[in-house]
Every structure is written in C-alpha cells, then in structure tokens.
C-alpha cells in the first residue's frame, strides 16, 4: 500500500528502483528542427554506462525509434531517456528476472542557448571520488542539485568543480575545455565527473581537424592561467567562459568557432 | 509528454526529481505488532539529514501520523518513507517554490530476521569519498546496489566494505561494530557510510549500560583481529557475524545480548 502526500496511490505497482535508490542512468537530448542530435553517441553512451551498470538494455532500434517519435512532436526542444532496473527486488538487492523500465520525455527547450559568455568561479566544494562509477550518466546527481544550488546563490551560471586534490574536473552541468598555448585541454574523468556526449563530440571534432587536444589531469593553476576557457554541454553546445573566479577573459576564437561547428550538428 | 515502456502515461506530471537525480531521501521502519520501530529516532534522521539537502520537511505530526497509520495495517512488516525535492525546476537547479514530495509505503516483512550469524568478507571496491553527502540516507545508492550483486554473487550474507584507505566502514546495507579488549568500536563516518538508526540506539545502550563504546577508525587488520563483531540495521536489528572472510568467530556474547535488547524495542 502506497500514499503519495498522504493520498492513497491507486496503482499498486512497487516503487521504482530508479526512485528508491537512483537505480538507473539518463540521457538528455537536444532536439534541432525535430530531430534529436547526437543521437547515436547518446545511444552509445546509454549502452556502454548499462553495461557498467550490469543493467539491461532494450533493443537499441527501439529506443532509437521512440527517441525519434519524441522529438517529432511540435514544439519538443529536448527528449530525456531515463533507463532504470524497474521494480522489485528486497532492498538494494535487485531482482534479476525483473525487466528495466525506461521513460522517454519530450518537453520544450529547457533554456535559451547563451548569448553571453559564462560568468564561472571554482566552488569551494569538491566532488566525491568515484570508483567504479565516474564518467557514468547515472541517477545518483544529488552532488550536482546541491552544487547548483551554490551557483544560484553565487549569481553565476556556472560553477566548476574539483576533486578536492588540486585539479578541476568538469562543471556542475558541463564539461570544461581549456586552451594553453594553443593547446587544447579537457580534464580526464578518471576520480569523478561524467564523460559527456558534447565534450567526446567536440575532442572528435578537434582532432579530426587537427587541433592539438589532450585529455589529462588539469590543475587549479591551469585553470586560472588558461587563455580561454569553454564549456560543452549536450543541450548548451559549446558555452564560451567570460569570467573565472572574477578574472574577466577574452572569449576565445576556438569557443566561438566550435559553437558555430555544432550548430551544423 | 511521457512515455513509460512505450506507452503513453496518462499522467501529465513532470517526473520526480527522486527519480530524475535521487534528489531525496528515505527511511526503513521495521514494524513490530504494528508498532514503527524508533519511530522518533527514525524522524530525528530524516530531520537531520533533510537539513543538510536543504529539503523542507512536513510536518513532524503529520508524517508521524502517517507513518503510524500505514504501521497499523494489518501485515505491515516495514514502512517505507521517501521525502524527494517534488517535481519541476530546470534539470540539476531545482524550483525552490515546488513542495517536498512523500511516499510512504507499508510493505510485508522483507525477510525473516536471520538466526545464523552472518557470513562477511571484506568486498574489494571501496565506497566513494563524499564530503557532503557523508552519512546521509539519501537516494543515491547505486553503490551499494552494485555491491549488494557482489555480496549475492560471493555466496555471503553480507559485504563490508572500505574507504580505500585501508579502513573498514560499514557493511553494504548495516553498519559494523567491533569487540577487541573488551571495548566495542564502531567506525566513525567521516568519508563515506551511512549513519544507521540502529547503530544510533545501539551506541546509546551501550553508553547507557556503562559498557565501554568509542566510534574512530578501524583498520582493516582491526577487522581481521576483532575477537567479535556484529552488524546493525533498522529491519534486521543485531545481527552477530559469523564468518569474515572465510575465518570463522565464535558468536560472541555481546552481539547475542544486543539481540535479545532490541526484541524489547
């Protein structure tokens, strides 16, 4: 028996395990014209996460075709796919028979793309380090609502985030890219952070051009150092960074370009 | 617009946040002859760790109230309750004008209080450092969902686990305590764990009955040397380890007389 606000749940289905315990992992997708972009590295993504997760997956073309369908409604700006273990199980000990349970949501753009460049500053909170679930899309995000909170609160639009051993590892809702004579950096996720479907779209991107990009540690100091900062973010695309911790900086050439590069996306 | 397996859901709700980014909580109330068990112990917490997420919290009366009620049902063996940041806001940055939302389920006995003494090994994957989300029973348990397949496919009863720093923390679904020198030793919770309401009560009989009680590091060779050791949990109360990793204990007196404590709770 199930009350939800003190009302008494009609359906008598067990709570799902996405709810009880973030069992689960979700994709985001920018809608473009009605068609979700990146849809296959989000669908590769989805699968390569459920298998760390030892969570099984529906047909791909299913998934694929009910993405598709959403962003096809008029007026959708982002498809959400949250893929759970379903219900059941005693506790954290899942039932294995239990089929997953996905959700497809289609909504309206969440919020415009920026205009302006990001106004950021380092949080003074460091992630967890995550074993054997960083880089994952997975449901466990309360670090990120309570990190975001920070930011309101700050007055920024974005927050970057550290792992509390020198280095900056990402955004609250974003990646971060860094150029250092004219090198283009992005930090590896290998403590925390989640390996967003924008930021490998963009290293792609940049190699395949020929632009010098590395995947590495970054510490603190590069970051305050570094000649032009952007952001990526599935929605977003390529956010150039305006400000770091009240340093102003030139918003970059390589920022501006990509962002023009994923509009073509 | 949202599909739930494929099929249109009726209910034009926004999805949970629960759901969405295990932005909530949660309580297990084991119920004895329809009674909640450290109902006010059970409230303390959900208080206590609703404040850290900055979550607002119904009524104490209220959800007492309805956590009596749903006790009283005939069958009830456990009381669920989930408190989640409701719905709405723009994806990680929540709506600070939407309401809480709360589940609580009343569910039979999950399962039967174990009388053997549980067989432990230390598991290899250590917990994630949180800072601050340490001790809180919050939605975010993919990890202990991960390792309860662990401890299901190890043949245990249950697995402890460590902070990788070569301490022992808890147990992937109780928390742990030590005999060694006639002192009881709980692990203190200051990276990772969860701050069990059994482990609460247990500390505070301890305390009360003059028995000597400290919560600080344990080593894994303290583990491995404890003369006794015992598991708590809010359903499954006291529960003496029998085994950890293949080395056997003798059941120790300690652990047998908690039990036969909290049969009076």
Chains 1, 2 share one sequence.
């Not at 992992?25 to 014209?33: C, D, G, H, P, Q």
């Not at 974003?174 to 925390?192: D, Q």
């Amino acid at each position: 028996m199930l009350w939800i606000d003190g009302t008494p749940c009609e359906s008598a289905a067990p709570l799902d395990r996405g709810l009880e315990f973030g069992d689960g992992l979700f994709e985001t997708l920018a809608v473009v014209e009605g068609r979700p972009r990146l849809l296959s590295r989000h669908l590769d993504r989805l699968t390569r996460d459920a298998a760390r997760l030892r969570l099984s997956v529906p047909p791909r073309e299913r998934l694929e075709a009910e993405i598709r369908a959403a962003a096809s409604r008029p007026g959708t700006g982002v498809v959400k796919v949250i893929l759970t273990r379903g219900v059941g199980g005693s506790g954290y000990t899942a039932d294995p028979a239990q089929p997953p349970r996905r959700y497809v949501l289609a909504a309206p753009a969440r919020r415009a793309a920026p205009t302006a460049g990001a106004r950021t500053a380092l949080l003074p909170t460091a992630l967890s380090v995550h074993g054997p679930l960083v880089g994952i899309k997975h449901l466990n995000r309360l670090e990120q609502v309570l990190l975001r909170q920070d930011v309101v609160a700050l007055g920024l639009d974005e927050g970057l985030v550290g792992d509390g051993l020198g280095h900056v590892v990402c955004g609250t809702m974003t990646n971060v890219f860094l150029v250092a004579e004219g090198v283009v950096i992005t930090p590896a996720l290998t403590r925390c952070g989640i390996e967003g479907v924008m930021r490998g779209a963009i290293l792609d991107h940049l190699i395949e051009r020929g632009t010098p990009a590395t995947v590495r540690d970054v510490t603190t100091a590069e970051l305050a150092a570094a000649e032009e900062v952007f952001l990526t973010n599935a929605l977003l695309g390529v956010w150039p960074v305006a400000q770091v911790d009240g340093r102003p900086l030139a918003q970059g050439r390589l920022g501006s370009q990509l962002r023009s590069v994923v509009a073509t996306w």
